[in-house]
């Protein structure tokens, strides 16, 4: 009998293993709740995760968790190799594709791209709350709001969307950001960030396509991968060591896109609580992610 899966995590356990301390074969991380503004230790297999996150039958089929539970597997032989080489011409073919894979995967997975889509479609509501609408129209706006749309849409971009995304982060340059401070990369619930230093209003900044665009995935502690505009970032090596600012760059980036936690080997997170004290905003679960135009 395939056991049932009640605790879903969306950001997988192999990856939060390389932020946290083993004691007595438990992982254990520290967490900042920004809402709350607490530090707290816990282990792995509590955090990132929800009761049946991705089930819309609560446990009868679970084939997204089934699937991702494959991708995680093969993700986890390239990460592996890459976390012990540390050369990205260590990996074939096939291995780069299973890591450009999950990275597409787990962008669109998380808590946070769900809020992201009940965000989009409450201010969708908001902005024709002003126009006559016919009842029909009504209702069927209506049907678009909430938790379960949401989920509906957050699956179909998984299935259909993801493919065509890890073929876009598979074409984009590769950069091995080797972190040689004593600060720690940071992790959150929503790991995968995307950055632009070129402004392109009012077009958005941040497609996969978008000049300049930069997409960053924490491999453990001390090590990130850098994806990004193949053209403007040519000429820069396939492998660089960070300074503090980097890292400290790409702990903000943590900070700013994650929904509610963040995550470290240790228990120093000044900059996290910097950052609330200058933009509260951020410890806003319902706060506006984007403006729909």
């Known amino acids: 009998m395939t056991q049932i899966v009640k605790i879903q995590h969306y950001v997988p356990r192999l990856y939060l293993r390389n932020f946290s301390a083993i004691n007595k074969d438990k992982c254990y991380i520290f967490c900042f709740d920004k809402v709350e ?60 594709a299973a890591i450009a894979y999950f990275v597409a995967v787990q962008e669109l997975r998380t ?16 902005r024709l709350s002003g126009y006559k609408m016919t009842e ?25 969307k993801a493919p065509r995304f890890a073929k876009i982060i598979g074409a984009m340059k590769w950069i091995f950001l080797l972190n040689e401070t004593e600060l720690p990369y940071w992790l959150s619930d929503h790991p995968i960030n995307r950055h632009n230093d070129i402004d392109q209003s009012p077009y958005g900044n941040l497609g996969l396509a978008s000049i300049g665009i930069q997409m960053y995935f924490p491999l453990s502690t001390r090590v990130s991968l850098l994806f990004c505009d193949p053209a403007l970032f040519r000429i820069l090596p396939k492998k660089l060591s960070v300074k503090e600012d980097n890292v400290i760059f790409q702990n903000h980036l943590q900070v700013k896109w994650s929904t509610r936690h963040v995550f470290s080997i240790n228990d120093d997170f000044s900059l996290a609580r910097q950052m609330i004290a200058e933009h509260p905003e951020l410890k806003d679960i319902k706060r506006q992610r984007f403006s729909v135009q």
């Open 37 to 96: 503004e607490k530090v707290f230790r816990v282990k792995t297999e509590n955090v990132a995760a929800e009761s049946y996150f991705y089930d819309m039958d609560k446990g009868k089929n679970q084939i997204i968790e089934k699937a991702l539970g494959r991708l995680e597997s093969i993700f986890n032989q390239a990460y592996n190799k890459l976390l012990q080489t540390e050369n990205l011409d260590s990996l074939s073919n096939p291995e780069k």
């Open 111 to 126: 808590r946070e791209f769900r809020d992201s889509i009940k965000n989009m479609t409450r201010q969708l509501r908001e």
């Open 136 to 160: 029909a129209f009504k209702k069927q706006l209506d049907s678009v709001q909430g938790e379960k749309f949401a989920k509906v849409m957050q699956l179909d971009f998984l299935i259909d």
